[in-house]
């Protein structure tokens, strides 16, 4: 796909060969036009019908080498000749395109599978006229409209604009090799540039190009594409030669050595050399190149022994592919691997060699990839975005070897390959990194391999897809055989016996019919498919029923697990959902793709949103079913897939791709626009689902560990819904299940079956997606909330079903807030009947989270009691009356009651008094029920509640004396000692603190404690409150603090004001202050001043020299104690004197003391 010729070329990739000619022998005769024919004006016979010569010439130039045609007949007429190579050259467009960007598709045709950017459509055009005569009705032309864009900047746009703007040149055919020259106009940064380019061809394939601009990539340049385009639109503007060793048969000597002459005099300086050393070997009798007979022409074609095959310049495609990898992932790299993958599908469809053969290579790169040994050795998982690249890969391979007409040799190459491959330690498993002890080791290529196994040669088979008419004769018809079904219908599923694990297999074929271009076979086999998927699901469903009848003869009312019993069908243990080979979305993407509406006007370029996909009814070629189309049986078979009962599978990239192709999946599902055809198609099959017993996931029983069915069911109830409500809210209700995280099996929906038992129930379920599978129930449920509401018998039953199977508080919690949300519009009144469901949704929310820890536990509380506020007062009064099954004692006093009884919800509920009264009693009630539990924390709040009524007041209080001296901290009748000093009961806030202060303990280095400021306040409102209050708390303070500071402070505030500045009642205040030598003060003196010598001695102990200063000024605070006594300076001599004896050792420390104290 690259242009410039490297000279020599690269030995995996030889340009063709030219032929050996004869040197000597006689110019072909005959009739037929002149030199000049090919060239001028178009002809005149342009609308006349091909002649016979031009429909011979076409089929010989298609599929013969011209070396061959030589062999075959000793005289061929120049006219002959200049047919076949005027015909030899590619007419198709859409063959240039895909070798000069990443994806184009025709119109009305489904592209590659993957999604990429800078697509190009490709749209039939008109035909052309063939130089000299006849239509061209094999030329496909590409329209020039569409927008600028990603498309545009594509070589192959930039080759269509070239074209148009006549760029193109001295374009020169001159037999199987075309030149011409491009000019690239001149831009605001660049020059005019003017590229010579060459091109040889063969048999309709461009087999070498060769650009001047020398542009490296894997596709074709602009220069190389606007050459190509020029002789596809404009042949009869191009002038045709023969091949140039017939014109030299046609010389005599001096002519040639003329030009010969006139060639080296031109071009000199570059074939001088290689002029000269040809000759010397031709004057030489025994050089090699006299020993062969003839002489090569590069014009002539390639040999007959060279593979026919288009340009694909390999080292460019291992080079952009080792770049993209070495990526990781970032800068778009996936998208262009990914852009890879589709170019290879193209040329599967096109039936080009070179789709195995790019495959290759890239398969070569991501083996090489140095990340994989990496990802081995630290045994960690690679990225999803590169398991998904590998899992393509994978897939590609089972199209690839699965060809039906690829010859023997081709295959064995493949799986010799393929098993190298997979033998490698570094090759990626199929199940990402889970490797199961309980089955071989299967890699990406598995599946591959095995493909390699299968043929095509069967007699049924090959009936099957070679006609729309195939039935079997009606007395041949064998109920039990799974060739034909009743009505005489071809079956295919690969064998007889296990049908259901040969689906994704015969899928696979479908999907290898379609990848090479044989489409029309490909729905065939599909046909047969679903068929035979329709006969199995009515088998087992009649099995089930018939079970299900024989357990009800035995007793009147049967569990399902004894219905279980009875059943015989193993669980799906490989589902055809997120499984490698896709068989589901294969069969939909081949069977939609025949009903795709495309509008062949248009020119998608990559750009913007992608359009949704239109269809219509195309009928089943063959059915007798006159309301049969594609599109029904691709939403019936898809349908059918989806709700197939199917064990999660192990691993977690197993787990992750079931979910992303379930979504994928309904996201197709979502691109069909519903008629009454499909309406039906989907209520047909919604019931076979739910009666279809353990084979579907939809039935009454299923398995432990089976996939849940949440995100089908929201697409079938969705679907349904507007057509027909009670199935899709049976649909939906059934779906609720989640059996896994039951734990035992229970009665109804919820059974656990016994068929596969034996293999999948010993090991420990590890659901590594259960929290998305999960957050999709929740969704199911909400979507069924949102449509139910207004009614009072569906929201009923939709509540009772998310409290049975939904187990996560967060998930009801968001259940609960998506219907108050619902239910509480802005521009209407509420849903009083949602806003019912959304507080049972609340309520158990709070049930579930009462004795667990949750994060969002304050967020539920608040968001209960606005829901409650807005279902009205009863609600209120119920939550209060039973708080103890709903909240913790905290929360009933901080949050509930508090909020109850605030300002907005009484004016948001409009109450009156005896409704305000009414409410008010029950948070009362709850206030001192919550003291009584849980003191230490809801004493102040049951307090605060309790203020306008005195006998609740008073009871509170009570609870909180009786409750102090055992299960209160210092900190908390603080905290209400202060709170009642502030509702103006300063004796009993006295009476509180004092009860505080027998529990604290302060150490003499405390004195920065934050309990400090409560001691401070205490002695100040034992002081203001009088003498004998005082006289009570200071031995509590003595007893409690022995931290001198904080007692030298105390007993400062007690010296500076005179007591009883409270003014209580009934008290007289004698406005004298109290002496320090006399009680109670006496008291805090001596301990004061004993503080002081502790903590000095205890500071002396480990004191520093960096801590002299500091020690010297905490003397100095002491010295200032000391002297409130009456022989106080006498003692702090003695006590320094002491100080200077005992540490003498302290010279540095004892001089500073001598400097301050003496």
């Not at 495959?359 to 999803?384: H, K, N, V």
């Not at 259960?770 to 009614?791: R, V, Y």
């Not at 307090?943 to 004396?961: R, S, W």
């Amino acid at each position: 796909m690259a242009e410039g010729r490297r000279d020599p070329p690269h030995p995996l990739l030889p340009l063709p060969p030219a032929s050996k000619r004869p040197c000597l022998r006689p110019a072909p005769r005959g009739p037929g036009p002149g030199p000049g024919y090919g060239s001028g004006l178009t002809s005149h016979r342009q609308r006349s019908p091909e002649s016979l010569l031009d429909c011979a010439a076409k089929a010989v130039a298609e599929k013969w080498a011209f070396e061959r045609v030589e062999e075959r007949f000793e005289r061929i007429p120049e006219p002959v000749q200049r047919r076949i190579v005027y015909w030899s050259f590619p007419r198709n467009e859409k063959e240039i395109c895909m070798y000069s960007s990443f994806q184009c598709r025709v119109a009305g045709e489904e592209g590659p599978s993957t999604a990429t950017s800078g697509v190009v459509v490709v749209g039939v055009g008109p035909t052309t006229t063939a130089g000299g005569g006849g239509t061209t009705t094999g030329t496909t032309t590409v329209g020039t409209t569409g927008g600028v864009g990603t498309g545009d900047a594509l070589p192959f746009r930039r080759g269509i604009r070239l074209l148009d703007t006549g760029c193109v040149e001295n374009v020169l055919q001159v037999g199987f090799h075309l030149s011409g020259t491009v000019t690239e106009p001149a831009t605001t940064l660049e020059p005019e540039v003017t590229h010579k380019v060459a091109i040889s061809f063969d048999r309709c394939k461009i087999t070498s190009v060769t650009c001047s601009c020398g542009n490296r990539d894997i596709f074709y340049c602009a220069h190389v594409v606007a050459l190509s385009l020029y002789r596809i639109r404009k042949p009869e503007q191009v002038k045709l030669r023969l091949p140039i060793s017939e014109t030299l048969f046609q010389m005599n000597r001096d002519q040639l050595q003329k030009l010969v002459q006139y060639l080296i005099t031109a071009h000199h300086t570059e074939v001088l050399p290689t002029a000269q050393k040809l000759a010397d070997e031709i004057l030489s009798s025994n050089s090699e190149i006299n020993q062969v007979h003839g002489a090569p022409d590069p014009t002539a074609g390639a040999s007959i022994d060279d593979d026919n095959c288009w340009h694909l310049d390999e080292d460019q495609v291992r080079e952009q592919v080792k770049q993209f990898l070495s990526q990781g992932g970032y800068y778009g790299s996936g998208k262009q691997i990914n852009s890879m993958f589709a170019k290879v599908r193209e040329m599967l469809r096109m039936r080009d060699s070179n789709g195995a053969r790019m495959l290759t290579l890239i398969t070569e790169q991501f083996m090489a990839d140095p990340r994989l040994s990496l990802w081995r050795q630290q045994g960690a998982g690679m990225t999803d975005k590169c398991r998904q690249l590998w899992d393509e890969l994978g897939a590609l391979w089972v199209c690839v070897v699965l060809n039906p007409h690829c010859k023997s040799e081709e295959k064995s190459s493949w799986l010799m390959q393929l098993k190298k491959w997979s033998d490698m330690d570094v090759c990626p498993l199929e199940d990402g990194n889970y490797d199961s002890l309980s089955r071989p080791r299967r890699t990406v290529f598995s599946r591959a391999v095995e493909a390699c196994n299968l043929h095509w040669q069967g007699s049924h088979l090959q009936r099957i897809i070679s006609s729309d008419y195939y039935m079997s004769p009606s007395y041949q018809r064998d109920e039990e055989s799974l060739l034909f079904n009743p009505q005489g219908l071809p079956l295919w599923l690969g064998t007889r016996t296990h049908a259901h694990n040969h689906v994704p297999t015969a899928c696979a074929r479908v999907d290898a019919l379609r990848s090479h271009g044989y489409s029309r076979e490909a729905l065939r086999l599909a046909v047969a498919i679903i068929n035979t998927l329709r006969l199995l699901q009515q088998r087992e469903m009649d099995i089930y029923k018939h079970q299900k009848k024989g357990f009800h003869s035995i007793c009147s009312c049967p569990s399902p697990d004894l219905l279980q019993r009875g059943v015989t069908t193993t669980t799906n243990l490989e589902g055809w959902v997120g499984h490698p080979l896709d068989p589901i979305g294969c069969l939909f993407t081949t069977l939609t793709e025949t009903c795709r509406v495309d509008d062949d006007s248009t020119m998608d370029t990559g750009e913007g949103e992608p359009r949704r996909p239109v269809y219509h009814h195309v009928p089943v070629w063959g059915s007798h079913d006159g309301g049969e189309s594609y599109l029904t049986l691709a939403l019936e078979v898809t349908l059918m897939g989806m709700g197939q009962q199917r064990i999660m599978p192990e691993g977690l990239y197993a787990q992750e791709k079931v979910c992303r192709n379930e979504e994928q999946i309904v996201t197709k599902l979502q691109e069909l626009e519903l008629d009454n055809v499909l309406v039906q198609t989907l209520r047909r099959q919604a019931i076979q689902l739910l009666e279809a017993g353990p084979f579907s996931g939809l039935g009454e029983v299923i398995h432990r560990e089976s996939v849940p069915m949440h995100t089908f069911a929201k697409y079938l109830f969705s679907a349904l819904r507007p057509h027909d409500a009670d199935l899709a809210y049976k649909v939906a209700l059934r779906a609720m299940r989640l059996p896994v995280l039951e734990s035992s099996a229970v009665s109804g929906d919820m059974g656990q079956p016994r068929h596969g038992i034996s293999i999948v129930t010993n090991r420990y379920p590890r659901w590594f997606t259960l929290g998305h599978l999960e957050t999709q129930q929740c969704e199911l449920a909400s979507t069924m909330l949102t449509a139910a509401k207004g009614d009072m018998l569906r929201l009923r039953t939709v509540l009772e079903v998310i409290q049975k199977n939904i187990h996560s508080s967060s998930l009801i919690f968001k259940l609960a807030q998506d219907a108050f949300k619902i239910a509480t519009p802005a521009d209407s009144p509420p849903d009083i009947t949602l806003l019912n469901v959304a507080l049972e949704l609340g309520l158990q929310v709070m049930r579930m989270t009462l004795s667990t820890l949750n994060w969002r536990r304050r967020e539920m509380v608040r968001w209960l009691v606005t829901c409650a506020t807005e279902v009205g007062l009863r609600a209120l009064v119920s939550i209060l009356q039973s708080w103890y099954t709903l909240f913790t004692p905290t929360e009933s006093t901080s949050i509930v009651a508090a909020t109850v009884m605030s300002h907005n919800t009484i004016l948001r509920l409009s109450l009156d008094y005896t409704q305000r009264e009414e409410l008010a009693s029950c948070a009362r009630t709850l206030a001192l029920q919550c003291a009584m539990k849980d003191p230490q924390n809801c004493a102040l709040s049951a307090l605060t509640l309790c203020e306008k009524d005195h006998i609740a007041f008073e009871t509170a209080y009570q609870i909180v004396i009786d409750a102090a001296s055992t299960g209160m901290t210092y900190s908390q009748l603080f905290t209400i000692a202060r709170y009642m000093e502030h509702r103006g009961y300063p004796l009993r806030s006295f009476k509180l603190a004092s009860l505080a202060m027998s529990h604290l303990n302060l150490a003499y280095n405390q004195d920065t404690h934050p309990a400090i400021n409560d001691v401070l306040w205490a002695c100040a409102l034992s002081h203001s409150l009088g003498k004998n209050e005082l006289a009570a708390i200071i031995p509590l303070v003595v007893k409690g603090v022995h931290c001198a500071t904080v007692l030298s402070d105390i007993l400062r505030r007690c010296t500076m004001t005179a007591p009883g500045l409270a003014g209580i009642p009934g008290r007289r205040n004698s406005g004298k202050l109290m002496a320090t030598d006399k009680a109670p003060l006496r008291q805090l003196l001596d301990a004061t001043i004993s503080a002081y010598i502790n903590t000095t001695h205890s500071r002396l102990t480990h004191i520093s020299p960096r801590h002299y200063g500091e020690f010297i000024e905490f003397l100095s605070k002491a010295r200032e104690t000391f002297l409130l006594a009456q022989d106080g300076h006498i003692q702090f001599g003695q006590f320094i004197d002491n100080l200077k004896q005992i540490y003498k050792g302290k010279k540095k420390l004892m001089m500073l003391v001598r400097e301050r104290f003496g």
